[in-house]
Protein backbone atom coordinates (compact mmCIF):
# COMPACT_ATOMS: atom_id res chain seq x y z
CA UNK A 1 0.00 0.00 0.00
CA UNK A 2 2.85 2.51 0.74
CA UNK A 3 4.09 1.87 -2.75
CA UNK A 4 0.37 2.41 -4.01
CA UNK A 5 0.39 6.13 -2.55
CA UNK A 6 3.94 7.18 -3.51
CA UNK A 7 2.96 6.25 -6.88
CA UNK A 8 -0.39 7.84 -6.61
CA UNK A 9 1.05 10.97 -5.40
CA UNK A 10 3.48 11.50 -8.18
CA UNK A 11 1.46 10.70 -10.53
CA UNK A 12 -1.03 13.45 -9.39
CA UNK A 13 2.41 16.30 -9.16
CA UNK A 14 3.13 14.89 -13.02
CA UNK A 15 -0.33 15.79 -13.56
CA UNK A 16 -0.35 19.39 -12.10
CA UNK A 17 2.79 20.23 -13.88
CA UNK A 18 1.43 19.09 -16.99
CA UNK A 19 -1.86 21.16 -16.54
CA UNK A 20 0.41 24.12 -16.09
CA UNK A 21 2.18 23.87 -19.31
CA UNK A 22 -1.60 22.99 -20.87
CA UNK A 23 -2.51 26.51 -19.47
CA UNK A 24 0.15 28.54 -20.20
CA UNK A 25 0.98 27.65 -23.60
CA UNK A 26 -1.86 29.10 -25.07
CA UNK A 27 -1.54 32.32 -23.30
CA UNK A 28 2.30 32.14 -25.18
CA UNK A 29 0.35 31.75 -28.50
CA UNK A 30 -2.14 34.81 -27.51
CA UNK A 31 0.91 36.90 -27.06
CA UNK A 32 2.38 35.94 -30.07
CA UNK A 33 -0.97 37.08 -32.16
CA UNK A 34 -0.69 40.41 -30.38
CA UNK A 35 2.98 41.14 -30.82
CA UNK A 36 3.52 40.95 -34.52
CA UNK A 37 6.13 42.97 -35.91
CA UNK A 38 8.25 42.89 -32.48
CA UNK A 39 11.19 40.36 -33.27
CA UNK A 40 12.48 40.97 -29.84
CA UNK A 41 9.37 39.70 -28.44
CA UNK A 42 8.30 36.88 -30.28
CA UNK A 43 11.70 35.11 -30.16
CA UNK A 44 11.80 35.60 -26.58
CA UNK A 45 7.74 34.35 -26.66
CA UNK A 46 8.82 31.44 -28.88
CA UNK A 47 11.81 30.11 -26.93
CA UNK A 48 9.31 30.24 -24.16
CA UNK A 49 6.96 28.15 -25.95
CA UNK A 50 9.09 25.62 -27.29
CA UNK A 51 10.71 24.89 -23.46
CA UNK A 52 7.47 24.58 -21.87
CA UNK A 53 6.22 22.53 -25.07
CA UNK A 54 9.05 20.28 -23.96
CA UNK A 55 8.37 20.40 -20.21
CA UNK A 56 4.96 19.40 -20.83
CA UNK A 57 5.61 16.33 -22.71
CA UNK A 58 8.24 14.95 -20.37
CA UNK A 59 5.42 15.82 -17.50
CA UNK A 60 2.16 14.57 -19.61
CA UNK A 61 4.89 11.15 -20.19
CA UNK A 62 5.91 10.54 -16.15
CA UNK A 63 2.12 11.23 -15.43
CA UNK A 64 1.32 8.78 -17.89
CA UNK A 65 3.68 5.82 -17.08
CA UNK A 66 2.45 6.10 -13.61
CA UNK A 67 -0.99 6.30 -14.40
CA UNK A 68 -0.90 3.30 -16.09
CA UNK A 69 0.88 1.70 -13.08
CA UNK A 70 -2.38 2.84 -11.06
CA UNK A 71 -4.12 1.21 -13.30
CA UNK A 72 -2.43 -2.11 -14.24
CA UNK A 73 -0.28 -2.56 -11.41
CA UNK A 74 -1.98 -5.32 -9.71
CA UNK A 75 -1.00 -7.90 -12.87
CA UNK A 76 2.91 -6.83 -11.77
CA UNK A 77 2.48 -6.99 -7.89
CA UNK A 78 -0.60 -9.33 -6.91
CA UNK A 79 -1.30 -6.78 -3.52
CA UNK A 80 -0.89 -3.59 -5.35
CA UNK A 81 -4.45 -2.02 -5.20
CA UNK A 82 -6.34 -1.51 -8.68
CA UNK A 83 -9.20 0.98 -9.83
CA UNK A 84 -10.30 -1.37 -12.46
CA UNK A 85 -12.99 -2.92 -10.80
CA UNK A 86 -16.86 -4.01 -12.22
CA UNK A 87 -18.08 -0.47 -12.70
CA UNK A 88 -15.21 1.39 -13.74
CA UNK A 89 -16.67 3.06 -16.60
CA UNK A 90 -15.80 6.74 -15.20
CA UNK A 91 -12.30 5.45 -15.82
CA UNK A 92 -12.68 5.66 -19.80
CA UNK A 93 -14.53 8.13 -19.60
CA UNK A 94 -11.88 10.36 -17.60
CA UNK A 95 -9.21 9.04 -20.25
CA UNK A 96 -11.04 9.73 -23.16
CA UNK A 97 -11.30 13.36 -21.65
CA UNK A 98 -7.30 13.40 -21.13
CA UNK A 99 -6.93 11.92 -24.31
CA UNK A 100 -8.83 15.30 -25.65
CA UNK A 101 -6.46 17.42 -23.79
CA UNK A 102 -3.39 16.04 -25.07
CA UNK A 103 -4.84 16.99 -28.40
CA UNK A 104 -5.81 20.38 -27.21
CA UNK A 105 -2.09 20.12 -26.32
CA UNK A 106 -0.55 18.89 -29.45
CA UNK A 107 -2.46 21.58 -31.60
CA UNK A 108 -1.35 24.23 -29.68
CA UNK A 109 2.09 22.79 -29.91
CA UNK A 110 1.73 22.51 -33.87
CA UNK A 111 0.45 26.21 -33.96
CA UNK A 112 3.84 27.16 -32.06
CA UNK A 113 5.74 25.16 -34.40
CA UNK A 114 4.08 26.73 -37.25
CA UNK A 115 4.43 30.40 -36.18
CA UNK A 116 8.26 29.66 -35.99
CA UNK A 117 7.66 28.61 -39.72
CA UNK A 118 6.04 31.88 -41.10
CA UNK A 119 2.57 30.66 -40.86
CA UNK A 120 0.38 32.65 -39.29
CA UNK A 121 -1.58 31.95 -35.92
CA UNK A 122 -4.98 32.28 -35.74
CA UNK A 123 -6.41 35.72 -33.89
CA UNK A 124 -5.93 36.44 -30.33
CA UNK A 125 -9.41 36.38 -29.47
CA UNK A 126 -9.84 33.00 -31.17
CA UNK A 127 -6.22 31.97 -29.00
CA UNK A 128 -8.31 33.28 -26.22
CA UNK A 129 -11.36 31.22 -26.55
CA UNK A 130 -9.06 28.07 -27.27
CA UNK A 131 -7.54 28.68 -23.80
CA UNK A 132 -10.81 27.93 -21.91
CA UNK A 133 -11.29 24.35 -23.35
CA UNK A 134 -9.27 22.53 -21.10
CA UNK A 135 -10.42 24.01 -17.93
CA UNK A 136 -13.64 22.63 -19.32
CA UNK A 137 -12.51 18.81 -20.03
CA UNK A 138 -10.50 19.20 -16.63
CA UNK A 139 -13.61 20.07 -14.70
CA UNK A 140 -14.91 16.53 -16.47
CA UNK A 141 -11.92 14.50 -15.18
CA UNK A 142 -11.77 15.89 -12.01
CA UNK A 143 -15.30 15.15 -11.64
CA UNK A 144 -14.95 11.80 -12.56
CA UNK A 145 -12.28 10.98 -10.25
CA UNK A 146 -13.91 12.40 -7.19
CA UNK A 147 -17.20 11.13 -8.01
CA UNK A 148 -16.68 8.52 -9.91
CA UNK A 149 -20.48 8.41 -11.12
CA UNK A 150 -20.43 5.07 -13.36
Known amino acids: MHAYLWVKTLHVIFVIAWMAAVFYLPRILVNLAETQGQADVQSRLALMGRRLYSFGHIMFGLAFVLGLLLWLGYRLWPTFPTMV ?37 PSSKALRWFNEVPLLLLLGVVYLVVAKPF
Open 85 to 121: VAGSGWMHAKLALVALILIHYVVGGRWLKGQAKGKTL
